[in-house]
């Protein structure tokens, strides 16, 4: 399965009003490329849930460099 372009979530992103103004929910989160783009786009608000821990430790490391973006490691299936 091939992921979607920055390109297209900026325009369905941008399509629900002010990226500013947007909080952004990104289930499988892997190892942040979305949330660290998601940062440098404007996006004020977001969190990442990843059930791979080792992923989700990645993620954290790259996305501590750049922004402050929370990341949970858990299902988005069962209470977090």
């Given at each position: 399965r091939r992921p979607?372009?920055?390109e297209t979530l900026r325009?369905?992103?941008e399509?629900?009003?002010p990226l500013e103004q947007l909080s952004?929910?990104?289930c499988g989160c892997g190892t942040g490329n979305y949330?660290?783009?998601l940062a440098t786009s404007g996006i004020q608000r977001?969190?990442?849930v990843e059930l791979n821990t080792e992923m989700?430790?990645?993620g954290r490391k790259k996305l501590a460099e750049v922004c402050s973006i929370?990341?949970?490691q858990g299902s988005v299936l069962e209470p977090l």
């Open positions: 979607i372009g920055t325009a369905a992103l399509a629900l009003g952004v929910l990104d949330l660290q783009w977001a969190v990442g989700i430790a990645r929370l990341t949970i």
